[in-house]
């Protein structure tokens, strides 16, 4: 088969437009010739199912960034992506097609055939190439870096103006190509042979209904097989038995962050924002960009002024010059940008590369765009809740309170029961209660893989969400793992789930005798109670199940703890705090008479036990303590029971560590117990040297987790000595730094506002009591 990579006055053939996926410079090259040659036909390098998408490209909701995605049917993970930018050749090539009324077609292995090879993967087809073309081009030329001389020979050139013949860089290029085709053979990518035979195939059928005039548009390492002299017997030969599977094709979104190399993607560039920058400039691209970058920094509350932009583009074009190099790069921008605006710090260049050079866009396709019906559903629902995917990272929060602010949560909820993680539950800013839901979201392209292979359990979110806890309830193996799946059907509002979810748990917790098992579960369960009064959801069914664990907890719990290693005994106080928490939210759910009182016996037999680790006895001393069953004299004697001569240092340590270490107070309850302080001073003065060293780790864990006005009093009330700390609670003389006793009058000065503040009041009335 004879082609060119020439100009118009080339040998006769198609024109072979060699190409950087994702280069501007190689976009304007290409709409350059496309408006001189003005061909019959254009093919771009692509899969030839696509071709039937391709008229959306010419729609007015088409924005790149965009993607065709294509993924097998029977298997929706396995999928691969193209991604095509605005500056993208192959996108130029398809616009200016559609533009001009010439057909455009898409040439390469057939997706049915490339997705059967391979599990997952970002073409834009260089991704896996054994060998970088551009860098052992850069390297002959004496570059140590391809991004450099490729925005040398090619972005400069073509920004200003390029050659008076538009085809003669793609000449050049295809010559170049040719001798690295006969040095490196397929460069470490054997598909390629499959490929290029199948482009060819393609490339005579499109000859045979157009003649020559024909511009086919594709990476610039294919063009010397493309022009190669072969059979078609022979090219037949190498698709021949290939495997095949049944795929479904579609435009999505893209990002400019996905185009970006660091992402993984193996046609990526180092910067996408960039070159969309130098694409989509009209005149003056450096003064440009330097007025974008000012106007991010003073968004970021940087003091940047016009006389910052000025010199920073003459800095620019001063480094080019010095370093010979035809037009200012982005190397020599960025040095000027963190000379002038960041002056010398890498922080703030850190944001100008997120946010400028790589870029957080997100492209955008019209709703005709073939889509699994899930994906459909999806997108009513984030129209309806005013929930557009973004691909910058973004805080959420949400008051359940609001109906719509609950059905976000809801389809949230959903949404990451079926695997499609869109966003990520973060601690609240502001407020703890369970009326509010903060919210870390991020879309990703990906996650439209994620919903096609969810597409296999409903046409809707709901009814998927619905199926695919039902399926998980009913195959779940782990008390612990169907406990959570309760949890997530609450809060995603699957009311049609639960009595499935709920049955499974029934079993699995009357089947599972292991007390640990059922104590990692109970806390969720008694979360679930909670959410379901926020949520207007039914629990009684759950409340029972709640119940009947927590009475097997408190039976098997005791026995559980004693006898256990250091790392055994943090896993039994973690559970042990868990399920302190849940008796006490199952207390206020459900009522269960009688259960605060029995957990708190399991606590106190805990406390007292010998056998028992010390870090777990220390901390159900605490939680005692803080609940007001017991008395202080009694939490001193426990402690000072813990910290005999007689004890293990060891043990001790983690006695401490249990009690004061880890809780919200637990550094002030020794600020202000004198007689605790006095123990742990003693004990701590007490410990022989030969086992100092053993336990100080332990020790040093639990007091640097206290705030440091709380370490620094600590360590002054144990310098004066004893009575220090009582003598300010019981009204006695004021150590230095601190008031002679309570001030009674000042304190309830504060109490209209607390209430306020605390709503036991309302505005302007006067606090009772």
């Known amino acids: 088969m004879t082609a060119r990579a020439g100009g118009p006055t080339a040998p006769g053939g198609p024109l072979l437009l060699g190409v950087r996926h994702h280069g501007p410079g190689s976009a304007r090259a290409v709409l350059a010739v496309l408006e001189s040659v003005r061909p019959a036909a254009v093919l771009v390098e692509g899969p030839p199912e696509a071709d039937v998408l391709l008229p959306l490209a010419a729609h007015t909701r088409m924005r790149p960034p965009v993607a065709l995605l294509a993924h097998a049917v029977d298997d929706p993970g396995r999928a691969a992506f193209w991604p095509m930018a605005d500056f993208s050749p192959e996108w130029v090539a398809i616009r200016w097609a559609s533009a001009h009324g010439v057909p455009v077609r898409f040439v390469d292995l057939p997706v049915a055939h490339s997705l059967?090879?391979?599990?997952?993967?970002?073409?834009?087809?260089?991704?896996?190439?054994?060998?970088?073309?551009?860098?052992?081009?850069?390297?002959?030329?004496?570059?140590?870096?391809?991004?450099?001389?490729?925005?040398?020979?090619?972005?400069?050139?073509?920004?200003?103006?390029?050659?008076?013949?538009?085809?003669?860089?793609?000449?050049?290029?295809?010559?170049?190509?040719?001798?690295?085709?006969?040095?490196?053979?397929?460069?470490?990518?054997?598909?390629?042979?499959?490929?290029?035979?199948?482009?060819?195939?393609?490339?005579?059928?499109?000859?045979?209904?157009?003649?020559?005039?024909?511009?086919v548009v594709c990476g610039a390492w294919h063009v010397p097989a493309l022009g190669a002299r072969t059979t078609v017997a022979a090219d037949r030969a190498l698709l021949k038995g290939m495997p095949k599977v049944k795929a479904?094709?579609?435009?999505?979104?893209?990002?400019?962050?996905?185009?970006?190399?660091?992402?993984?993607?193996?046609?990526?560039?180092?910067?996408?924002?960039?070159?969309?920058?130098?694409?989509?400039?009209?005149?003056?691209?450096?003064?440009?960009?330097?007025?974008?970058?000012?106007?991010?920094?003073?968004?970021a509350d940087r003091a940047v002024s016009p006389a910052h932009v000025i010199e920073a583009v003459r800095l620019a074009g001063t480094l080019a010059a010095l370093r010979d190099r035809p037009a200012v790069g982005l190397a020599e921008a960025t040095d000027a940008v963190r000379a002038v605006m960041c002056e010398g710090s890498d922080v703030p260049m850190a944001l100008v590369r997120d946010r400028l050079v790589v870029g957080e866009i997100l492209g955008e396709v019209p709703e005709t765009a073939p889509a699994v019906p899930l994906q459909r559903d999806l997108?009513?629902?984030?129209?309806?809740?005013?929930?557009?995917?973004?691909?910058?990272?973004?805080?959420?929060?949400?008051?359940?309170?609001?109906?719509?602010?609950?059905?976000?949560?809801?389809?949230?909820?959903?949404?990451?029961?079926?695997?499609?993680?869109?966003?990520?539950?973060?601690?609240?800013?502001?407020?703890?209660?369970?009326?509010?839901?903060?919210?870390?979201?991020?879309?990703?392209?990906?996650?439209?893989v994620r919903i096609a292979e969810a597409g296999v359990w409903g046409t809707t979110v709901l009814g998927a969400a619905t199926a695919r806890a039902e399926s998980e309830a009913v195959s779940g193996s782990s008390l612990a793992g169907v406990t959570a799946l309760a949890e997530h059907c609450l809060l995603a509002g699957l009311p049609e789930a639960l009595p499935v979810v709920m049955r499974a748990l029934t079993d699995r917790a009357a089947l599972d005798a292991d007390v640990g098992h059922l104590a990692d579960a109970l806390p969720a369960l008694a979360r679930s109670l909670r959410y379901g009064d926020v949520r207007s959801t039914g629990t009684a069914a759950l409340g029972e199940v709640a119940v009947g664990l927590a009475e097997r907890v408190c039976v098997g719990l005791p026995p559980a703890c004693t006898g256990l290693d250091a790392d055994a005994?943090?896993?039994?106080?973690?559970?042990?705090?868990?399920?302190?928490?849940?008796?006490?939210?199952?207390?206020?759910?459900?009522?269960?008479?009688?259960?605060?009182?029995?957990?708190?016996?399991?606590?106190?037999?805990l406390s007292a036990r010998d056998?028992?680790?010390?870090?777990?006895?220390?901390?159900?001393?605490?939680?005692?303590?803080?609940?007001?069953?017991?008395?202080?004299?009694?939490?001193?004697?426990?402690?000072?029971?813990?910290?005999?001569?007689?004890?293990?240092?060891?043990?001790?340590?983690?006695?401490?560590?249990?009690?004061?270490?880890?809780?919200?107070?637990?550094?002030?309850?020794l600020v202000h117990d004198d007689r605790l302080l006095g123990l742990v001073d003693t004990w701590l003065t007490g410990i022989p040297a030969d086992t100092f060293t053993d336990v100080l780790p332990l020790l040093r864990r639990t007091f640097s987790a206290y705030e440091p006005g709380v370490r620094r009093t600590l360590g002054e009330l144990v310098r004066r000595g004893p009575g220090s700390a009582g003598a300010r609670d019981e009204g006695g003389p004021a150590a230095p730094g601190f008031g002679g006793g309570l001030d009674e009058e000042r304190a309830d000065a504060v109490m209209p506002v607390l209430r306020m503040l605390l709503g036991l009041d309302t505005p302007g009335k006067e606090a009772a009591g």
């Open 248 to 299: 479904e094709l579609t435009w999505v979104p893209w990002t400019h962050r996905r185009l970006a190399r660091h992402s993984g993607y193996g046609a990526g560039i180092e910067s996408p924002g960039w070159y969309g920058h130098l694409f989509g400039a009209q005149d003056r691209p450096v003064e440009r960009w330097m007025t974008k970058v000012a106007g991010l920094l003073r968004d």
């Open 379 to 448: 997108d009513r629902h984030q129209r309806t809740l005013r929930l557009r995917p973004e691909a910058e990272r973004r805080e959420l929060d949400l008051d359940l309170r609001k109906d719509t602010d609950a059905a976000r949560s809801r389809l949230l909820h959903r949404l990451r029961l079926l695997g499609v993680d869109w966003g990520e539950t973060v601690a609240g800013r502001g407020s703890t209660g369970t009326f509010r839901e903060s919210w870390r979201l991020r879309w990703e392209p990906e996650l439209f």
């Open 569 to 605: 005994a943090a896993e039994a106080r973690r559970r042990m705090e868990g399920v302190h928490t849940a008796v006490g939210l199952l207390a206020d759910a459900v009522g269960a008479d009688g259960l605060p009182e029995r957990w708190a016996g399991v606590l106190r037999k």
């Open 611 to 669: 056998a028992v680790a010390g870090a777990v006895r220390g901390r159900a001393t605490r939680l005692l303590l803080d609940d007001g069953r017991l008395a202080e004299s009694e939490a001193a004697r426990l402690m000072g029971l813990a910290l005999s001569r007689g004890a293990a240092p060891p043990d001790a340590a983690g006695w401490i560590e249990g009690f004061v270490g880890g809780a919200a107070g637990g550094g002030l309850l």
């Open 116 to 215: 059967a090879l391979t599990e997952q993967r970002e073409d834009g087809p260089e991704a896996g190439r054994g060998i970088d073309p551009i860098g052992i081009l850069a390297g002959a030329a004496g570059y140590d870096d391809p991004e450099r001389w490729w925005e040398d020979v090619v972005e400069h050139r073509a920004a200003g103006g390029g050659p008076a013949d538009p085809c003669a860089p793609f000449a050049a290029l295809a010559e170049a190509m040719t001798a690295l085709r006969e040095a490196y053979g397929d460069g470490g990518h054997p598909q390629d042979a499959v490929r290029e035979a199948a482009m060819r195939l393609q490339l005579r059928t499109a000859r045979k209904e157009f003649g020559d005039d024909i511009a």
